[in-house]
């Protein structure tokens, strides 16, 4: 049988303007974690730790301790940015795909990417909690405007 029988959802999942803001979401978290995976071995070579040092968060941080901003930017991009996912994920399942949620969905990707390079970089907390809670607030505006559109269709 055709693709598009076995996955009925193939077509959808293809051509839905939300699909590149969820791939960018998605290569925001490998490079972070890929910062995190390099911070971390060089951190571990050039303070010769045993691999030990991995057992636990607390070992991990006290061995680690300002090397970890990349680790714990990781663990962030699996807090608020779950809700992203499942919005994409249960709009592109009801068809509530709207112009201003693609818009709030690149907008909502580009704050993350802002709070990653503040968080893993210079990390002035002023600046990151900026970024962290308009962020937020537009994944929040995103869930409101997607439960209104399914409760009143246009």
């Not at 303007?17 to 071995?41: C, E, F, K, N, S």
């Not at 970089?121 to 409101?144: D, E, I, K, P, Q």
Request: proline share 6%.
């Amino acid at each position: 049988p055709p693709r598009s029988t076995l996955f009925p959802y193939t077509t959808l999942f293809r051509s839905s303007p939300l699909i590149l803001p969820l791939l960018a979401m998605v290569a925001l978290t490998a490079a972070v974690w890929v910062a995190m995976v390099v911070q971390r071995l060089s951190a571990q070579k050039r303070l010769r730790l045993p691999i030990d040092a991995f057992a636990t968060r607390a070992s991990t941080s006290a061995a680690f301790g300002p090397t970890e901003k990349a680790a714990n930017h990781f663990m962030n991009l699996f807090e608020a940015p779950v809700l992203f996912y499942t919005l994409v994920a249960v709009s592109l399942a009801t068809g509530v795909v709207t112009s201003l949620l693609v818009i709030l969905a690149w907008v909502y990707v580009g704050l993350r990417a802002v709070h990653a390079v503040i968080h893993c970089g210079y990390n002035n907390v002023t600046h990151r909690a900026a970024a962290f809670l308009v962020s937020t607030l537009v994944l929040w505006v995103m869930w409101a405007h997607f439960g209104l559109r399914l409760l009143h269709p246009a």
